[in-house]
C-alpha cells in the first residue's frame, strides 16, 4: 500500500514562530501536494510539486512556502504562524497530476 | 472561476437505508470526477471515479452518476452501515483536482 506519512498528527505552536510540516511518500510518485482543510470549506490547494525542486502555487499560497529537496519528502513551511493559520492540514502524493491521489492523515496545527 | 459544491453540508440515514450525497460543479471542461471518503482522524480516501464520457459507474454498494447536462454528480452507497458514516466529498478536474466542502453522513442504528 502506498504510505503517505505526515510527522506529526497535533502541533501547537505560538504566534510569529516558524513552523514545519513534513510529509513523506514510499511510492516515487512524482506528484505531492499540501491542502488546508476547513469546516465548510472543504480542501483548498496551497501548494504543489510535481518533481524535485519544483514548486506551484495553488490557490492559497500566502502566508507559506514549501521544499522539496528529496523525491519522496515536501514540506509546507508557515514563516510566521498566525491564528487564522489553525487548520488540519492534509499532504497527498500521486502518479498523475489529477488521478491517483494517496493523502496522509493529517496535522491538526493550532496556532495560538 | 471553477467551484464544485455538495448541495447538503449533512445527511443522516437510516442504517440499511440507501444514501444519495449529491454534488454540483459549474466547470463545463472538466472530464474526471472522483469521490473521497473521510473518516474521523483519517485522510480522505478514494471511493470510486467516473470519467466524462460515462454517465454511470458501480462499485461495490456504491454507486456514482454523472449528468454532465446540469453539470451534477451524485453518489449512492446501498444498505448503508454504521461503518460508512464518514464526510464525503466530491472532486473534479480538467487540468488540477477541486474538492467540495463535503457531506458528513450519519447512519442511525
Known amino acids: 500500500d502506498v504510505k503517505v506519512t505526515q510527522s506529526s498528527r497535533y502541533l501547537v505552536k505560538r504566534t510569529g514562530e516558524k513552523v514545519f510540516l513534513e510529509c513523506v511518500q514510499d511510492?516515487?510518485?512524482?506528484?505531492m501536494f499540501w491542502y488546508r482543510q476547513d469546516p465548510g470549506l472543504g480542501l483548498r490547494l496551497i501548494y504543489f510539486?510535481?518533481?524535485?525542486?519544483?514548486?506551484e502555487k495553488g490557490d492559497i499560497p500566502e502566508g507559506y512556502s514549501v521544499s522539496r529537496e528529496k523525491k519522496e519528502r515536501f514540506s509546507l513551511i508557515l514563516e510566521s504562524a498566525s491564528t487564522n493559520q489553525t487548520s488540519m492540514y492534509l499532504c497527498?502524493?500521486?502518479?498523475?497530476?489529477?488521478?491517483?491521489?494517496?493523502f496522509g492523515s493529517g496535522t491538526r496545527l493550532t496556532v495560538v | 472561476g471553477e467551484s464544485v459544491g455538495l448541495h447538503l453540508p449533512t445527511l443522516s440515514v437510516q442504517e440499511g437505508d440507501n444514501s444519495i450525497i449529491n454534488c454540483a460543479y459549474s466547470?463545463?471542461?472538466?472530464?474526471?470526477f472522483i469521490w473521497y471518503k473521510q473518516e474521523s482522524g483519517k485522510g480522505p480516501q478514494f471511493i470510486i471515479d467516473?470519467?466524462?464520457?460515462?454517465d454511470k459507474r458501480q462499485g461495490q454498494r456504491v454507486t456514482v452518476l454523472l449528468n454532465k447536462t446540469v453539470k451534477h454528480l451524485s453518489l449512492q452507497i446501498a444498505a448503508t452501515q454504521p461503518g460508512d458514516s464518514a464526510v464525503y466529498f466530491c472532486?473534479?478536474?480538467?487540468?488540477?483536482?477541486?474538492f467540495g466542502a463535503g457531506t458528513t453522513v450519519t447512519v442511525r442504528a
Open positions: 497527498a502524493s500521486s502518479f498523475a497530476s489529477y488521478y491517483g491521489y494517496t
Open positions: 511510492m516515487d510518485h512524482e506528484n
Open positions: 510539486s510535481y518533481d524535485v525542486k519544483m514548486k
Open positions: 466547470n463545463s471542461a472538466s472530464d474526471y
Open positions: 467516473i470519467r466524462s464520457n460515462m
Open positions: 472532486a473534479e478536474t480538467s487540468n488540477k483536482l477541486s
